[in-house]
């Protein structure tokens, strides 16, 4: 999914988890794409384009088995909740954490390509429902509901409302091939791609943050 709406499942967390702090929350949730927008500005993870990028399925996650793997990631997730459950004290706060974690890996797990290995020495088998290559259309439905459901858990504000939605629409160039938008001085340019998620990320997290 896209960083407005993985900001956004911190939302139905704090509703669950009212005493851990909404920032721990939102870095959870982000923890896996911050980490990807690293290695790919390192060089060790690796994205690719088609020649000319009109939409997010012209995008592809090459090579990220660090960042994106599934035991990884389900293994960073119970360090995490044991780090804050056992180590700090913090039983609520390890257990919201692992799960913001996790979601992340499971709203990816739906959208992205078969591009998500078990696990880092793994080159097979990967996963991914596929819906941004197959179905852009029907992502960018299920990714501005998904946000509206998040904000409707929560029973947020209309200002958060906003900043959900604006930051949805913002999108919708990624998902329909006809829209222009910034996605096409992407082509070759796997630094730009992952500063520009990098700029996603702070910012949602940032609007999300305040507003909640």
Not at 17 to 35: A, D, G, H, K, N
Request: proline fraction near 4%; aromatic fraction near 12%.
């Amino acid at each position: 999914m896209f960083a407005i709406n993985h900001a956004a499942t911190a939302l139905i967390l704090k509703k669950e988890f009212t005493y851990v702090p909404i920032v721990w929350l939102l870095i959870s949730v982000q923890f896996m794409e911050i980490l990807w927008v690293i290695l790919n500005l390192l060089g060790v993870e690796r994205t690719t384009t088609e020649k000319e990028v009109r939409y997010v399925g012209d995008v592809h996650l090459s090579f990220m088995p660090f960042s994106h793997s599934i035991l990884t990631m389900i293994g960073v997730a119970f360090l995490t909740w044991l780090f804050l459950g056992k180590g700090l004290g913090l039983p609520e706060a390890g257990v919201a954490a692992g799960i913001g974690i996790i979601s992340h890996l499971i709203l990816d797990l739906i959208t992205h390509s078969k591009d998500m290995v078990v696990a880092p020495l793994m080159k097979s088998p990967k996963f991914g429902l596929g819906l941004y290559a197959k179905h852009p259309a029907v992502a960018f439905i299920l990714e501005i509901g998904y946000g509206f459901v998040c904000w409707w858990v929560y029973e947020g504000s209309w200002a958060l409302l906003t900043v959900i939605v604006i930051f949805n629409v913002a999108n919708v160039s990624m998902f329909f091939p006809a829209v222009p938008g910034i996605e096409k001085y992407m082509a070759n340019r796997p630094r730009l791609i992952a500063a520009v998620i990098l700029a996603q990320i702070l910012v949602t997290l940032t609007l999300v943050g305040i507003f909640s």
